[in-house]
């Protein structure tokens, strides 16, 4: 059990819909990552945070957006949904911000866009 | 830019015998470099990193990695496979040089398959 905690665990839902995806981080963790996992893109890492502030963006569309509360847990926020957009959502934590610390993965809410 | 590569999207191997996935990077200065693994229905688990230090790294479960910056590679290894070694394993890299755009490139995964 990495102590990282995903809620739904499966969702599915129709194209132009809205979702939100929840992460509640290791205890003690204040950096949260979120990654999307497709067969054809294969793991791309979306959006970090630390402490409640954006730390870094890769590839994350403008029809998702994130944040992370004061408790530390995170909620991704998916809107206009497209059939691409069905995949595994990953939510991570590590201790501190350094990229020289492992990441711990929850395991993913498997989101089906019908 | 930064980029991780597994050439093998499967390897296999019978149990007992010593397995070797591979993995080579591309970043700018000394990189962070970590390795995954990937059970079905699970998120990933750090097995081992390298970060500085030794070029012989080990990690969980029995696993190793070499770094060799002459080759930009860093090999998992284990020196005798077991069937419940089988599952997805992911290298990653990522800059020492911070930033907005620094993230950790996971490579696209090598499916390890041990035969009884």
């Known amino acids: 059990d990495s102590g990282v905690t995903q809620t739904p665990k499966h969702l599915i839902t129709a194209t132009g819909q809205r979702v939100t995806l929840r992460c509640s981080p290791r205890s003690g963790d204040l950096s949260v990552y979120w990654y999307q996992q497709s067969l054809d893109q294969g793991l791309q890492f979306l959006i970090q945070?630390?402490?409640?502030?954006?730390?870094a963006k890769g590839n994350i569309l403008e029809r998702f957006s994130a944040q992370q509360f004061p408790d530390l847990h995170s909620e991704l926020n998916l809107s206009s949904l497209e059939l691409g957009d069905s995949a595994l959502y990953f939510c991570?934590?590590?201790?501190?911000?350094?990229?020289?610390?492992?990441?711990?993965f929850g395991d993913g809410t498997r989101l089906s866009i019908l | 830019a930064q980029s991780v590569a597994q050439p093998e999207d499967q390897v296999n191997v019978a149990e007992g015998n010593p397995l070797t996935v591979k993995c080579t990077y591309s970043?700018?200065?000394?990189?962070?470099l970590f390795w995954y693994v990937q059970y079905p229905n699970r998120g990933l688990q750090f097995l081992l990193k390298?970060?500085?230090?030794?070029?012989l790294v080990k990690g969980s479960y029995g696993f190793e990695a070499e770094f060799n910056k002459s080759q930009t590679s860093f090999h998992l290894k284990k020196p005798s496979a077991l069937v419940s070694d089988s599952a997805l394993y992911f290298c990653a890299v990522r800059s020492r040089y911070g930033g907005a755009t620094n993230k950790l490139i996971f490579g696209t995964g090598t499916l390890l398959a041990v035969q009884p």
């Open positions: 991570a934590s590590s201790v501190g911000v350094d990229g020289n610390q492992p990441q711990h």
């Open positions: 390298y970060i500085t230090g030794d070029n």
């Open positions: 970043v700018s200065g000394n990189p962070y």
């Open positions: 945070y630390y402490n409640g502030e954006e730390r």
